[in-house]
């Protein structure tokens, strides 16, 4: 069987091209996909400042909810400091470090703010904590009471300083103060260290605050050989605690929950992704493999007249298909490793992901494509060969230079109800103004672009039939040609036209849908900011103390108000069952309704104060969260809280679907500075410039106007993303598409034999297929704009209250441009190739 598959593959090598490519594009994107979601379960990020420690214990920063995957809380959390005594006691144990980090930065000689270490927001830490580097270069001496400070070198050389010197310090909000700098610790990124009890004050950690008597982690260094022993019996001793006691690469993941809970996001984009992969390499690869069996149905037949079982024959079409594949299969695997890992570089290059967050290869992704794709040629090399192979041999001979006069009844009722599933879903934007009702379009167009690969043929002989009856008398004899042809081989159009019709389709809908999604959310912020500046000091970690209340004093300033995000989780009843979901939340305080008008359309912020939240509308009619309803969240260090709901407002898609008050976080993210402080001025050029000096006299301060910031001029990273995999999956849909177009047309050369023997010339061949395909171009189009339209009707109608969507106007005749050339050329070039044969040759070839 296998000999023999071998021998049919190599007669059939164009039809069989179109496989290869099919399969190894898919193989491509699949393994991609793979690598990414592998990556993000089990990299880890570097262990950076903790690369000295053997053993760390850290507060557990996932959430795990029931029968789902972990959520990422990015919000530090903390550890009881009583624990480092009890754990240095242990045997093994040659020292124990209870770490704790904070904001800092340094103000050089000019006035300008340093960024401190990898991260300002924590780059603050106890001289101990250099016992946790791996084996440090240090230059001087430890910092001796509370005006001496070390520095790491990239720090004290992007400063201009060295040991002896002196600079000031913004540590954790508090005004600059000139410390002596006591050494220069030769570990790049590690930030600035403080005397360890300088360090517990400036974090807060002293007093009756709410991070009293914590520490952020705590490192131990173990006695050479003893690692695994102090592991075990740390693990005894935290039993029970919630704590995680993590060693090896699982170290970096402690570092920086922020930076860490960016591996989350490579699981959900590769989750995300994984679903229209399948989708569109499924429907590619069976298309290209029902063009190469159907140009086999002959050598079938004639096999089922000398006595090859139905079975038989299936397995000699799986089987040559599997040959292609399998062929295929390896280099579309080595690329999908070289497409996961530029996929990366894109995603970091724009602040996605950490640059220092690897991905991890290994052979799993390449195992699941292979297990993936071999299911998906054997089901559709089966399917493929089903009606010839099930079919009685005389009968099958007969047909096999002929279609089915009737589409299959089936096939096209299925079709239809696609169709209908595709209306459907097309209706829930109304529903759902947000980014999940969206993504509903995109599948919206898909769904009824399947229905059309399978009511194709019927809808395709209709159409044919139809145009018969307006082209009888009084057309050109290549016209003619072509109406006949378009009618009697209505399966083989049907499987030109609805791979174009889907690349057509997906193309809008998914382009539409992130642009739509864009405009709405630029409008809601935009009417809904009523502020025109925003202050903020990414340098410094956070904005230091009195910065507030400076900018309120300012002449000219009417409002200002703090605002902040975090994650937050939130637990909810539906259809009476447990449900999650993690999103980010503003946190406001009462003074935000001066700023910012949420369109709030019951209750009000001005009572965002307490144990309280502000909702969106959507949240609330989906989740029964209306004023006075309480909410079971989970802040974004882990901590659970229940508040209760005070204000209602329509402009979720641009601020969140959840505000928090500003008293129920505190103490609950890893700093308690505020990110941000909008402004708000009686509009005078004085005030802007008076709020503008205020910036300048203060080292680290950045003010940027609020429309540029909201307006849409940073294009968000996620529709890099999703721009990167439109431009991928197009690409593989038009290659396979034409690859498929070529392959059909090819092996066409026997009847274009046959009507040059009955006195057709070239020129007339050349005209009929030209206008078969302007017919396929234009059918592809208007099918792809039919399934398009509704869709995108209605999500314009629901996000922007207008029957259609936002976005680039010239995507339309970009899209038909793309179609007719690829038609033209995929059908224009393969007939002038066959016409160069004598047809007697190609007669006798067959």
Known sequence: MFHLAVRMAAHRITALLAVACAVLGGATLITATGVLAESGVRSHLPPGRLAGADVVVAADQEFHPSGDLPIALPERATVPAKLTGRLAGLPGVTAAVGAVDFPAALVDAHGRAVPAGDDPGTAGHGWSSTTLLAAPHIEGRAPAGSGEIAVDTATAAAAGIEAGDRVEVVANGHPAKPYRVSAVVGTPGAGVFFADATAVRLSGRAGDG??????????????????????????????????????????????????????????????????????????????????????????????????ATPRQIRRLAAAQSSVVAGVALVPGVALGYLLAGRFHDVLAQRGVLPSELPLTLSLLPALATLVLTAVSVQLSARAAAWRTSRMPATEAVAESRSEPRTPSRARTRIGLLLFVAAGTMSVVPLFSRTVIGASATSLAGILGAIGLALAGPALIKALGNAAARRTRTGVSAPTWLAMANLRAYAQRNAGIVSPLAMAVVFVLTYTFAQTTVMAATSHDTDTGTLAQYRLTAPALGGLPDGTLTAVRNTPGVRAAAPVTTTTTVWQYEQFGDRDTESASAMVLTPDARDVLDL????????????????????????????????????????????????AVY??????????????????????DLDQSVLVRTDGTAGAGQRVAALAAAHPGLTLATTRATNGGSDTPPEVWINLAVIVVLLGYLLLSIANKLIAATAQRRTELAALRLGGTTPRQIRAMMRREAAVIAAAALVGGLLLSALPLALLGQGFLDRPWPAGPVWLLPAAALTVMVTAFLTIELPTRRALRMPPSEVIRAQ
Do not use: C, W, Y
């Open 210 to 307: 709410p991070r009293a008597g914590t520490v952020d982690l705590i490192g131990l260094k173990t006695a050479p050989g003893a690692a695994d022993r102090v592991t075990e019996a740390v693990r005894e001793q935290m039993a029970g605690t919630g704590l995680k006691v993590v060693t090896g690469g699982d170290r970096g993941n402690a570092v920086s929950p922020g930076v860490g809970a960016a591996r989350s996001l490579l699981v959900l984009l590769s989750g995300s992704l994984a679903g229209i992969v399948l989708l569109i390499t499924g429907f590619v690869t069976a298309g290209a493999l029902g063009v190469a069996v159907a140009g086999q149905r002959r050598d079938l037949a004639l096999m089922r007249a000398v006595g």
């Open 599 to 646: 369109g709030v359309q019951d209750g009000g912020l001005d009572g965002l104060s307490g144990d309280t939240v502000a909702v969106s509308s959507g949240a609330a009619r989906m989740r029964g969260a209306g004023i006075g309803s309480r909410v079971h969240l989970v802040l974004g260090d882990g901590t659970r809280v229940v508040a209760r709901v005070v």
């Open 650 to 671: 329509s402009r979720g898609l641009g601020f969140g679907p959840i505000a928090l008050s500003r008293d129920l976080v505190t103490g609950h993210t890893t700093t």
